[in-house]
């Protein structure tokens, strides 16, 4: 796999050059696509449209040339200019934004850029870091290594996350640093899309005149919790945020920004953020779809209900999402690959397929104890308190229940099948409530308080997540500056690491890897599978087999039946877990790895 064949070539300066320049180039496109087109939007909403637009464009050519195995080098190196000329546009028009601009600094403003990156340093330093977190190890990473690999987009049925093609659009975006081999550059991506998020909210509260002590607070707070910086990686989180956050402000705030701006600009704003949302999370769909109606609703109040604004706002779903939607059905005759599979025709997913790996793989927190326990963990309590405080805030009553009904609604849905267990599912509402409630302040929060008041609500508030976060970071120490404290961080954090190096030894250099456990895919040192019925073109199969979840025979595998054959690895303690918790020990196992013969 890619990611084993990097490993040694891992240099944090380089990784973090090459993601932010790719950040910068995919802005540059979808800031020239809306120039091209007359999209006027505001800032910072401009800015957040041309990244979503822009990665929207990527992952869609990705798509087109993947789905006709049209991935070759030459392909790529055109796809490498095209976004070295929106690198080039992109920083063309921030250099003209620099020379007109006036950057002043005041005491408040310094104390405040000092807070802000104190909160952010850690989370800056995680980027930075190899990717070690099961999510990206198992499947987020894996999605743009297979294509590259195979020169196309194949559907897999394993692992059963990635068997969801139309949530993937964020993955598809990641093939050209994949294809360069900077594997680990999409982890500073996500922090980019942080990073212009914080920068939006921040231009907003400006706007929005909030005191320098709330603008503080919340630029703390959207940067600490664990869902932060757990989830600064190669998953489509941040991305998902962003997109979620903007339709929440542009729906929210619609009938005030009318008066201002054009119903074409701000139907088309919210029209892109609707793929984005849907392509990042399928969990995600439900809120998509609540917007859009939200968009419908505000139409219809306003009188303006036509074909020609209700295409203004479908067009880029109909361009950037169908398109994956209908290759899906036509691999799978399902729509949306392994999801609702057991409501369509399909012969390639077993109709049980879903059922299983939903009961195996995903963990229900029934109580509400296990609930608030982990939204505290994940959200600083003062977000989370925002859903009530967001009441007391001075939008009109009419916005304030459109935005509690859709939360409402949306979080029934979560619920009602199951994803309401973890706050990653939630669409990032707790801290739309919370910057939304920032820049409309109930009266009484705007006026001077005691200095030892203020000095109170960051103790309890912002102290305890902010120590939090660099205790989680202090466990990563000593961090891969150079070649020794990378392979020691290697050894450390990634699983089956001496494993996949000693096998690499040992394998044939055409030979295949098949599991069934959820483990560390992505630095396998050949093509692995994990569902028998995936494995294709491997003149020899191999697998690894734990002790604790023997492999049942016979597989079918290439039209044939495979039965164990000679054992040519073992390794009694075998890391197949690894935790970035402070003092919780990895997880080991009895692996065995052996020939599968027919």
Request: charged fraction near 10%; charge should be positive.
């Given at each position: ?20 320049a790719?950040?910068?180039a ?36 990705v ?27 992109s ?26 990156f ?17 999510d ?110 903007a ?17 074409k ?81 399909t ?15 995903v ?5 509400f ?29 009419r ?33 739309c ?59 450390r ?17 055409n ?23 995936d ?29 164990t ?34």
């Amino acid at each position: 796999m890619p990611s084993f064949l990097y490993l040694e070539q891992y240099f944090f300066l380089s990784n973090f050059l090459v993601g932010l320049a790719f950040f910068w180039a995919v802005y540059g496109w979808g800031l020239a696509f809306l120039d091209l087109f007359g999209i006027y939007l505001p800032t910072p909403l401009k800015q957040i449209i041309a990244v979503i637009l822009g990665f929207l464009a990527v992952s869609l050519t990705v798509q087109l040339l993947a789905f006709g195995f049209w991935l070759t080098p030459l392909a790529i190196n055109v796809l490498y200019g095209i976004l070295a000329a929106g690198l080039a546009y992109s920083v063309s028009r921030f250099s003209f934004y620099f020379k007109t601009s006036k950057i002043t600094f005041s005491t408040p403003q310094l104390i405040l850029a000092g807070v802000g990156f104190i909160c952010l340093l850690p989370i800056f330093i995680y980027a930075l870091l190899p990717s070690t977190k099961i999510d990206e190890l198992f499947y987020h990473q894996l999605v743009a290594q297979r294509i590259v690999m195979d020169g196309g987009l194949i559907f897999y049925r394993q692992p059963w996350e990635a068997a969801i093609p139309p949530h993937l659009i964020y993955n598809f975006s990641q093939v050209p640093l994949v294809s360069l081999g900077f594997t680990d550059a999409p982890n500073v991506v996500s922090f980019c899309f942080l990073g212009l998020f914080l920068w939006s909210i921040y231009q907003w509260m400006r706007q929005a005149e909030t005191p320098v002590f709330w603008i503080s607070i919340g630029l703390s707070l959207s940067c600490l919790g664990m869902y932060r910086l757990v989830f600064t990686s190669a998953g489509s989180h941040h991305f998902g945020d962003l997109a979620a956050f903007a339709a929440f402000y542009l729906t929210l705030n619609f009938s005030q920004l009318s008066q201002t701006q054009s119903v074409k600009s701000l139907l088309s704003g919210i029209g892109l953020l609707l793929p984005a949302i849907l392509g990042a999370k399928m969990s995600l769909a439900p809120y998509a779809a609540l917007v859009g109606l939200a968009a419908i609703f505000e139409l219809y109040q306003q009188k303006q209900f036509s074909v020609r604004n209700l295409l203004l706002l479908l067009w880029p779903t109909l361009v950037f999402y169908l398109p994956i939607v209908i290759w899906t059905y036509a691999q799978t005759h399902s729509p949306f690959g392994l999801i609702l599979s057991q409501y369509f025709d399909t012969t390639l997913i077993d109709k049980h397929l879903l059922a299983s790996t939903l009961q195996a793989e995903v963990v229900n927190t029934p109580t509400f104890l296990e609930h608030t326990q982990t939204a505290l963990l994940h959200f600083p309590y003062l977000v989370l308190g925002s859903f009530v405080v967001f009441g007391w805030s001075n939008y009109p009553r009419r916005d304030k229940i459109k935005m509690y009904l859709i939360a409402i609604l949306f979080l029934l849905i979560l619920y009602k099948f199951d994803l309401l267990y973890s706050p990653r599912f939630w669409g990032n509402l707790p801290l739309c409530f919370f910057i939304a409630t920032l820049l409309s302040l109930p009266q009484w929060a705007t006026k001077p308080t005691y200095f030892y008041l203020k000095a109170g609500l960051i103790f309890v508030a912002v102290l305890p997540y902010l120590g939090m976060t660099y205790l989680y970071l202090y466990n990563l120490r000593p961090f891969p500056l150079t070649t020794a404290q990378r392979t020691h961080f290697y050894h450390r954090f990634l699983p089956l690491y001496d494993d996949f190096r000693a096998l690499d030894n040992i394998l044939p250099t055409n030979a295949c890897l098949y599991t069934q456990e959820r483990i560390n895919l992505v630095h396998a040192p050949r093509r692995i599978f994990r569902d028998s019925l995936d494995v294709c073109d491997c003149p020899s199969v191999y697998a690894l087999e734990f002790r604790y979840k023997p492999l049942s025979f016979p597989l079918s595998i290439q039209h044939r039946n495979y039965r164990t054959g000679k054992i040519i690895y073992q390794n009694p303690t075998s890391v197949i877990s690894t935790y970035r918790t402070p003092n919780k020990k990895p997880k080991t196992e009895h692996l065995t790895v052996y020939e599968l013969r027919p």
